[in-house]
């Protein structure tokens, strides 16, 4: 499948790669570049030469958020539709199978903030900075925020929000919006030697954690418990689990039969 806007790249270890490839123009999300981004990831999601997905950017930065070149001439309606594209990726990330880890350097601004924040994981360069910048504007993220607020709490959250002010990659890991951050040179090697790792894990443990995580983010406690367990107890019959526990206890590298 070809595309416009992006780069996918198919690796041999089971990781691939989508590069939002708008770099004069920042990687700004434009209408298509929204629909090209869910289609790439559903794709991906769907193949089973696929574990994990990184998205990164192509150029100087990750992604500057929308292109606001889109906004005139639409009604109301007209602008909740076109938001709503913007946005379906940041849905779509959680609602795959396989994780998708973002490889962030130079600036995740707006809507490429929330993107970070969508994905299930985020490795940066130290010299990265990210932020909900729209309010600058006249606007807001008030859809990016939505990811970012699962990931570093309602105070901070609103902060960024409210001030719009871009944070280095060590403050945004220790606000929990990172995972990693790497020295800029490292950064591709990083990223992807982090992700293969993933890949050789048991897909279907992977993906069963994936899911049971994102149904059970939302539950009261208690029925969190009940439904993790119900997870639990499926993951244990498939042959991949007790593929993984022989292989443990007969000291060998598991041989996984992905069912």
């Known amino acids: 499948m070809t595309y416009e806007t992006l780069l996918v790249e198919m690796g041999a270890d089971y990781v691939a790669t989508i590069t939002l490839n708008r770099p004069n123009q920042l990687n700004t999300f434009t209408t298509p570049l929204a629909e090209e981004l869910s289609r790439a990831l559903k794709t991906l999601d769907a193949d089973p030469a696929v574990r994990v997905v990184i998205i990164k950017g192509a150029g100087k930065h990750f992604c500057a958020g929308i292109d606001v070149g889109e906004l005139d001439g639409k009604s109301p309606m007209e602008l909740q539709a076109w938001i709503q594209r913007m946005e379906t990726p940041l849905v779509t990330i959680s609602e795959m199978k396989k994780p998708v880890i973002a490889q962030v350097h130079g600036v995740a601004a707006a809507n490429g903030a929330g993107l970070v924040a969508a994905c299930d994981l985020a490795i940066a360069a130290e010299t990265a900075r990210l932020g909900l910048t729209a309010i600058n504007v006249g606007l807001n993220c008030v859809g990016p925020v939505i990811p970012v607020s699962k990931s ?35 950064l591709d090697r990083a990223a992807h030697d982090w992700a293969a790792v993933l890949a050789q894990k048991s897909p279907i443990a992977v993906q069963i954690a994936k899911r049971g995580f994102y149904v059970a983010a939302d539950m009261e406690y208690h029925k969190a418990f009940e439904y993790m367990n119900e997870v639990f107890a499926r993951l244990c019959t498939t042959e991949d689990a007790k593929e993984g526990v022989k292989a443990f206890m007969e000291k060998r590298t598991p041989v996984w039969r992905e069912r």
Do not use: C
């Open 152 to 186: 570093v709490g309602r105070k901070t959250a609103l902060e960024m929000l409210l001030y719009g002010e871009l944070m280095d990659a060590r403050e945004a890991q220790a606000r929990g919006l990172i995972n990693r951050v790497v020295p800029a040179e490292d």
